[in-house]
């Protein structure tokens, strides 16, 4: 899974502070990188690799079962 996010400014004019923001998921990254070229400020935002933790808990209920 990827996972598209962008970096958003939260906080004050005293505190600066940026975080990551999820703005869409997918099991495919190109369509991903496809939007995020697409848009005005293509640097400010980024496409993640995601470990998906759904599957990892179903592997381990098999074992356990």
């Known amino acids: ?11 004050t ?3 600066p502070q940026y975080r990551w923001k999820q ?3 997918c099991g495919r ?3 991903l ?5 697409s848009q005005r400020n293509p640097e ?3 496409v993640v690799f995601m470990p ?5 808990v179903m592997k381990n209920l098999q074992r356990i079962a």
């Not at 990827?2 to 958003?8: C, F, I, K, T």
């Not at 990188?33 to 070229?37: A, F, G, L, P, W």
């Not at 998906?52 to 990892?56: P, R, T, V």
């Open 1 to 11: 899974m990827y996972s598209l996010e962008r970096l958003v400014f939260q906080g």
């Open 29 to 31: 990254r190109v369509p």
């Open 52 to 56: 998906c933790q759904i599957e990892d």
């Open 44 to 46: 400010n935002w980024r």
């Open 23 to 25: 703005f869409a998921v």
């Open 33 to 37: 990188d496809r939007v995020r070229i």
């Open 13 to 15: 004019g005293r505190c």
